[in-house]
Structure formats: structure tokens, C-alpha cells
């Protein structure tokens, strides 16, 4: 079985300030990991991707995240947040093999403040 | 390319009538999953399909709901005597394969129960 843990719901930051989006996973199995963004009345959309490789992934809007098999964590992070980064940020698993159902976490409430 | 076509993206239902929502997923995308999303929930897994066929249906209740996926025309979920408790954001989301787990998310249907 898998489990997503979003590990904060709600993370307010100034402008031009860095954050970190925290997020674990839990699998028995290898696991591909998402962040996705969704801006209010708007669906998700993807912001990066870890399958293989580079454990650090470059995303969309400078965000980046980086993979941590030991810590199973897949942390999501951007140097200087602008107010437009205002959204609910969902971390999703998805088994490299067997069962095709991507697991969401909570969801982590980004709000930038000016 | 269109994206994920969600309809109707609003609607209103009273106490024992019955909603349905469609989605036309991404021209070339066979695989389409439903979710439920709830404030303070996140996005819960309902239900995989790919054409003419249920995958897996494990996030849906047994009573009131069902979802098709045909083979010509859009994925249907379909909830019949609707319960306020069904009020959400129902959103859907289609894959072109189920090698890499990326979704791409249509913008939602919400379904408000009287």
C-alpha cells in the first residue's frame, strides 16, 4: 500500500523569501513521484517529475525538488517565491510497477504574502 | 491539443436527484481516473478506466455511484440520489499509458447538494 504525508497544510512565507514544501512517501514498491500546483477553481497541473536518475529535478516557475531514498522524502523547494506562487501544492507516488493508481497527498496551502 | 474537457463545471442538484458529470479526456489518452476532493482532504482516488473497461473501483462507494468510460463519447461518473455529503469537487484526470503515472487534470466538475 502506498501513503502520501504532506507534512504541513498550510506554509505562509513573504515574497522573495525561500520555501520548502514538505513531503514523505511510503511504498513497498519502487515509486515515481509528482509535485503538482492548483490555483483556485483550477485543476492540477504538473510541476516536475522524479522517475529515475538525478536525484535533484528541475520543475516549472523554478521550482525544484529533490529525492531522498533513505529519508523517503521528495521535498519541494523555490530560492524566492512571488506572490503568483499563491496555490495548494499536491505531492502524488504512482508504483513503478503493478496496481496504476497515483496516491495524492493533502495538499500544502502556499500563500505568499507582499 | 485540448486539454481535459470536465462538464458541467458547476452543478446543483437537490437531495435524491441525480448527477452526472462527463469527461473527454486528451485526444490520444485511453487511461482516465476520477477524484474527489474535499477541503481539508486532498484529492481521494475513485475509480480507473480505461476504454470500455473498469480498472479499478476500488475508491467508490458500492451504493449510488457508478462511472463508464465507452467507447465512443466521454467517461461518464454518475451518482444517482444524491446525499449533501456528495458535495465536492469531482475532478478527472487522463493518462496516455500507465508507464509513467502523469495525469493531465481537467478543471473540475462541483456538485452542490441542496
Known amino acids: 500500500a502506498q501513503s502520501v504525508t504532506q507534512l504541513d497544510s498550510q506554509v505562509p512565507v513573504f515574497e522573495e523569501a525561500p520555501v520548502e514544501l514538505r513531503c514523505n512517501y511510503s511504498?513497498?514498491?519502487?515509486?515515481?513521484l509528482f509535485w503538482y500546483v492548483q490555483y483556485p477553481n483550477q485543476g492540477l497541473q504538473l510541476l516536475l517529475k522524479?522517475?529515475?536518475?538525478?536525484?535533484l529535478v528541475k520543475g516549472i516557475n523554478g521550482f525544484e525538488a529533490e529525492f531522498n531514498k533513505s529519508q523517503t522524502s521528495f521535498h519541494l523547494r523555490k530560492p524566492s517565491v512571488h506572490i503568483s506562487d499563491t496555490a495548494e501544492y499536491f505531492c502524488?507516488?504512482?508504483?513503478?510497477?503493478?496496481?496504476?493508481?497515483?496516491?495524492f497527498g493533502r495538499g500544502t496551502s502556499l500563500i505568499v504574502h507582499p | 491539443n485540448a486539454g481535459v474537457m470536465q462538464n458541467p463545471r458547476h452543478l446543483v442538484r437537490r437531495r435524491g436527484q441525480e448527477a452526472r458529470l462527463r469527461c473527454s479526456p486528451m485526444k490520444g489518452h485511453s487511461h482516465v481516473y476520477w477524484y474527489r476532493q474535499l477541503p481539508e482532504e486532498g484529492l481521494k482516488f475513485m475509480v480507473y478506466l480505461q476504454k470500455e473497461n473498469i480498472i479499478d473501483e476500488s475508491g467508490m462507494p458500492k451504493e449510488r455511484f457508478s462511472a463508464e468510460f465507452p467507447k465512443e463519447g466521454p467517461s461518464i461518473l454518475r451518482i444517482q440520489q444524491v446525499v449533501r455529503g456528495d458535495s465536492a469537487a469531482y475532478f478527472c484526470a487522463s493518462s496516455p499509458d500507465v508507464n509513467t503515472g502523469e495525469l493531465f487534470f481537467g478543471e473540475g466538475s462541483r456538485l452542490t447538494v441542496l
Open positions: 522524479y522517475l529515475s536518475g538525478s536525484t
Open positions: 502524488a507516488s504512482y508504483p513503478s510497477g503493478g496496481s496504476y493508481i497515483p496516491t
Open positions: 511504498s513497498s514498491v519502487s515509486v515515481y
